[in-house]
Structure formats: C-alpha cells, structure tokens
C-alpha cells in the first residue's frame, strides 16, 4: 500500500541483554557443532497493510513462529552471508556491504517476499555490529572475522501458495570456521547425472533456502568419497557453474596461447552473482589486463578436461564469502581426475595467490581501498 512505512534505520530501538556470554575462545569454537552467535539481534517484522515496524537491537534468542508459518511450508526464506573483519591496524571493517543488500533484496523480490531499501539493511548490519563487534573480535583477534547473517522469513499463518502478507527480517552475527586453507588444495567430484543444482528459468541466481538443501545429498557422497565440494554441472555437455556454493574459476592457456581468467556468466541466471566473484574479475580487468583475458561465458568440464591434457590448464579456484579465495587441486569427473597446479601443499600460486593478496589486504586494513569500510564501535560497559 501507499502509505506503508518503510524500513527506517534511523528509529532503531536498542535493547541491550542483561545476561552478556562469554565469548568463546579458540578451542571452544573448534569443538562446538553449532553456531556460536553475539549477544544481540536486530528485529523488524512487516505487515502488507502497514508496512515495516520500528526496527529493535535486542537480546540473540529464539523467535515464537506458528507451525503454519509460511516459511515452514512454502520456502519464503532468503538471506545473505557476508564477513566483518578486524584488521591489523586493530579497526573492524565490511567489504562491499551494500552489493550484498541489494542482493537480498533481489532475492526477496523474487519469492514474493517485502521490498525495503537496502541502504536501511546495510545501516542496520552496521548498528549491530558496533554494539557486538568490540567484545565477540576484539582486537586481540586480529586477522579473524565474524558471520553476519540477514534473513527475511514469512510468518503469516494461513496455508496456501500465495504472497505472503506477513514476514520477518533478523540480522544475526556468529563464528564461522576458516574453510580457505584446506590441506592439498580443494578436491572437486562432479554432480551425479540425475541430479543438478539449479536449472535456466529457476532460482539458482537468488541467495533462498531452496537452492542450498536439496544440493547436500550430494554433497555428503562427495565427503563420503573424499571430496570437500560438488562441482555443478548443466546439460547435457556438462556446463561448469560452481563449485558447491561458490563461484568457480578457471585460468588457462587458449590454443591461440593467450591467457584466460573464466568463469560462468549471469546471463542465463543459473549461479550466483558473487560478491566476492564480481571484486576478483574488477580486480584482474584493472590491475592484470596486459597479462590475462576475462571472459564470463559458458564452459564444460569438457574443456577443462582438453585444457588439462594439453598442459594448458593453469590454475583454477573457488571464490565467495565461505571458501574466500581456494586453490582447486583436482577434479573428479565421472571415474578420471583433472589435476591443477597449485602452490606448495595447495596453497594458492600465481594469479589465484595474487587475488587472494589483494582482497585480504582490503578486508584487513593493510591497505585502504573504497570496498572496505569501517565499522564505528561502541564499547558497552559491563
């Protein structure tokens, strides 16, 4: 309606928990199957009638849902996964936070979820953060990071497929585990052939619910067989997309010797658009242009196949906001491995080495650049 009230960061109501936790420390976290979130949430529900409510910084806790809620029914449910990080100058900082809100929104849109002005989000998720950031990543921390996730559910009641008319957008911040560094290099097997992870004319584009569940029954065959992650194949030629719920990359020599940075397009709406993926292909269009070609098309594992035996095939990597930046060592496709070159132990080499360089230094202040921005924080008393 007209006079909907939007989403107004400025009327946030702070709430601060009169029962702080402890914050974890380094053994608890690597022992602990949940997610360990900050003392504080921040609320706001929304009506079709009359809009968005006064938003509330309030204590982390479970919400009240009825069992007919929308979202435990009909997939209402998209959110966004993005890092605050404190730097070695001691500073906390976000990286392009505002690509990731209008990304939710995106998203929300596309289930029939409420609209709101992702500048509002972006103004929330920094309020959180300078109210929780100075206790759970103190500056003892630095190099760490925390998991900051916004979600937006429906909470009407009424079953039936229809838009909802009732929802509920939260921010949540917790511990995530490094996942970049694993040993060897990232080790890849192939999707089965009756199953894929999104489809043309699908969702696979939007950050919902519905894309991630259904992919795990692979992706736990593929822990089964060794492997860290899925790569999604599409068609019948085998089109590469991502690697489990990353963006994928490859770099090699064409036959016409000239280097090539490639990776999925958006055009056809099957992957993601990555906020971590689009800053690697601004960065190697801007600083490596004289060395390597960019291209976003549609390429098989068929190629990378041709690529290997060739002994064009360079380097390849997966890129977003949980792997970062990860060298990929190998491929199993279908009983035949494709191996990478990588660094020593799978450490990230050449171009893949660079990026990850260059996106580190931003996120944690060892340079300044206008993706990274400070956090404003405040140190409650006790």
Not at 51 to 72: N, R
Not at 239 to 245: D, I, L, M, P, S
Request: glycine letters at 10%; aromatic letters at 10%; charged letters at 25%.
């Amino acid at each position: 309606m007209a006079d909907a009230r939007p989403l107004d960061s400025s009327t946030l109501k702070y709430a601060y928990t009169t029962t702080p936790r402890e914050v974890p420390d380094a053994e608890t976290l690597a022992n602990n199957k949940k997610t360990i979130c900050t003392d504080h949430m921040i609320v706001a529900s929304w009506n079709v009638e009359s809009g968005w409510s006064v938003p509330e910084l309030k204590p982390y806790g479970p919400f009240s849902l009825l069992p007919s809620a929308s979202c435990l029914h009909y997939a209402y449910e998209c959110f966004e996964g993005l890092k605050a990080y404190r730097g070695d100058d001691g500073k906390l900082r976000m990286f392009r936070t505002d690509r990731n809100a209008r990304r939710l929104l995106m998203s929300a849109e596309r289930i029939s979820l409420p609209q709101f002005d992702p500048a509002e989000l972006e103004k929330l998720i920094y309020a959180l953060l300078s109210v929780d950031g100075e206790k759970w990543l103190p500056k003892s921390r630095a190099g760490d990071f925390l998991y900051v996730r916004p979600t937006i559910i429906g909470t009407d009641s009424q079953l039936g497929v229809v838009r909802p008319t009732e929802a509920l957008l939260y921010i949540i911040v917790g511990y995530m585990a490094r996942m970049d560094t694993p040993t060897g290099g990232k080790r890849l097997l192939t999707n089965p052939d009756d199953m894929i992870r999104s489809w043309v004319g699908g969702f696979g584009y939007a950050k919902v619910g519905a894309n991630y569940g259904p992919s795990v029954l692979a992706t736990q065959e593929a822990y089964r067989q060794g492997y860290h992650q899925v790569l999604w194949l599409y068609g019948p030629e085998g089109g590469c997309t991502e690697a489990g719920g990353s963006n994928f990359f490859v770099i090699w020599k064409r036959k016409d010797g000239k280097k090539e940075l490639i990776t999925a397009p958006l055009d056809d709406q099957l992957i993601l658009n990555g906020v971590t993926r689009r800053s690697c292909l601004d960065l190697v269009r801007e600083r490596l242009k004289d060395e390597v070609e960019v291209t976003e098309r549609k390429f098989t594992i068929g190629e990378i196949q041709e690529a290997a035996t060739e002994g064009r095939l360079l380097e390849s990597f997966a890129a977003g906001t949980a792997w970062f930046i990860t060298p990929i060592a190998l491929i199993h496709h279908r009983g035949k491995d494709i191996h990478i070159p990588t660094g020593p132990d799978g450490t990230p080499a050449g171009m893949t080495g660079k990026i990850k360089g260059w996106l580190g230094d931003m996120m944690y202040g060892r340079v300044e650049h206008e993706w990274a921005r400070v956090v404003p924080e405040k140190e409650l008393k006790a």
